[in-house]
């Protein structure tokens, strides 16, 4: 059974920094695809950033580019999401998500692709 659990959200100002993480067991992941996703309140979720579990090219929503850096730690099986320059539309909550196939480029960004979802953590970001 496949276990994601996310944390690390919280509250902060705009213009500062949050890193959530993803801690993931259950099966061997190597093969696997790991995103980031997010709804915010009111809307549809929606996708912020994946990449392959083995490395490789990282996906980003454009308007994350440049602030957001998805990593993973293999050995613990940790994704991480430093989330840098916040900012009051990025209030939302998060999701780490998981499919054992590796995904491409036309579909590494559709949730139905993936299989595993944790929980979600909170963040807000408000003055």
């Known amino acids: 059974q496949v276990q994601l659990v996310e944390s690390g959200g919280g509250w902060v100002q705009p213009g500062n920094s ?32 994946a990449t392959r579990w083995s490395g490789g090219t990282v996906y980003y929503t454009d308007s994350v580019r440049g602030r957001f850096t998805i990593s993973r730690d293999i050995p613990k099986n940790l994704v991480y999401l430093q989330m840098n320059n916040l900012k009051p539309e990025d209030t939302a909550v998060y999701y780490c998500a998981v499919t054992g196939r590796g995904l491409i480029t036309s579909t590494i960004r559709r949730m139905g692709e993936y299989e595993y979802w944790g929980q979600g953590t909170r963040v807000t970001v408000s003055s």
């Open 18 to 49: 949050l890193r959530l993480s993803c801690a993931a067991s259950g099966r061997t992941f190597s093969g696997s695809t790991v995103g980031w996703f997010r709804q915010a309140p009111g809307k549809e979720r929606e996708f912020v950033s």
